[in-house]
């Protein structure tokens, strides 16, 4: 059963657009929904995480919008950038817990230039 | 600070044989985890630990073991290889519980079980 379901598999964007990576959920428990960003050959890496009493939460040309009633959360790249070409995933927890994630299957970016 | 280091980088098992995936991290961190990363199934739980002495089932933690005996080290363990594990190994560790504490991951240790 795929707790964090997340779309599109594969996204290309020319430089300087908006990258759009949606996730959905289905366990109402979950409280914690990070973002991570993994180049190839290196670990993920968070990027930015939200709360959901809080429908978004901004990082410099990083945004997540958060939707508590349709239990769903996407990721937005504004002016995205060839650098930004990486893999995205979302995840979610229970109680907060940062070390005991449940993954999407993440989605590659390529940013054209 | 080195941050979360991992031994091997790679390695190659044959079917049966054991081996033990080495994992630390000097950021005195309580909580450690190890992920396995598939192409098109994301990252997924196997293991993780709370703190020294205390560790729990993730996800997919059947065929591998783990220990944590001291803060810093986090090993994990295959105990009889299967092609099935073939994989990239990630661990993790992070501070504290909530909200804003990151989770830090280690390079990967690829694996390839003939």
């Known amino acids: 059963q795929q707790q964090v379901k997340q779309s599109p598999q594969s996204l290309i964007v020319q430089k300087g657009g908006i990258s759009i990576i949606n996730c959905a959920y289905e366990n109402t428990a979950f409280d914690y929904f990070p973002w991570y960003q993994q180049f190839p050959g290196k670990g993920p890496a968070l990027l930015i995480a939200i709360r959901p009493d809080v429908s978004e939460k901004k990082e410099g040309r990083f945004t997540i919008s958060f939707n508590k009633s349709a239990k769903q959360f996407s990721l937005h790249i504004m002016d995205s950038q060839p650098g930004d070409s990486a893999t995205y995933f979302c995840a979610a927890s229970t109680g907060g817990s940062n070390y005991k994630l449940t993954f999407g299957k993440g989605t590659l970016l390529t940013v054209n230039p | 600070n080195a941050g979360v280091t991992q031994t091997p980088k790679f390695q190659v098992l044959k079917t049966g044989q054991s081996m033990t995936l080495q994992c630390a991290q000097d950021?005195?961190?309580?909580?450690m985890s190890w992920y396995r990363q598939d192409p098109g199934m994301g990252l997924r739980l196997i293991h993780y630990?709370?703190?020294?002495?205390?560790?729990d089932q993730g996800e997919v933690p059947n065929g591998y073991n783990v220990s944590r005996s001291t803060t810093e080290d986090f090993p994990l363990r295959l105990l009889s290889a299967a092609p099935s594990q073939t994989s990239v190994y990630f661990c993790?560790?992070?501070?504290?519980?909530?909200?804003?504490?990151?989770?830090?991951f280690g390079p990967g240790t690829r694996l390839l079980v003939l």
């Open positions: 993790a560790s992070s501070y504290a519980l909530g909200f804003g504490e990151t989770q830090y």
């Open positions: 950021m005195n961190h309580e909580y």
């Open positions: 630990s709370v703190g020294a002495g205390i560790t």
